[in-house]
């Protein structure tokens, strides 16, 4: 090795980068990418995330629940007519 092949190093990095910093960052990327692996690991998992398409045939749209729920109001409605009817017939005789 020349000289100069053996002062580049001093010559080209800055002072404050030194060898502890640099293992430091190393061992940062090795973590880094050990974590950024279970959680790939744990986001395809079908168990815990559901796909939007098995969440759709799973759950009932809101749209559908309020259809529902109105035609349950209307039936009640009218049920309740139909009482008052019996009633008035009961109470007050035929009409």
Do not use: C
Request: aromatic letters at 10%; charged letters at 25%.
């Amino acid at each position: 090795m020349t000289v100069a092949q053996k002062s580049f190093i001093k010559n080209n990095i800055p002072s404050w980068i030194n060898v502890t910093t640099l293992m430091v960052v190393v061992s940062f990327v090795i973590y880094q990418s050990r974590w950024q692996e279970k959680v790939d690991i744990h986001i395809y998992n079908e168990s815990i995330h559901i796909p939007f398409e098995k969440k759709i045939q799973i759950f009932v749209p809101r749209v559908e629940i309020d259809s529902r729920l109105s035609n349950i109001e209307s039936s009640q409605k009218r049920q309740d007519a139909k009482q008052d009817q019996i009633l008035e017939i009961l109470m007050f005789g035929k009409k």
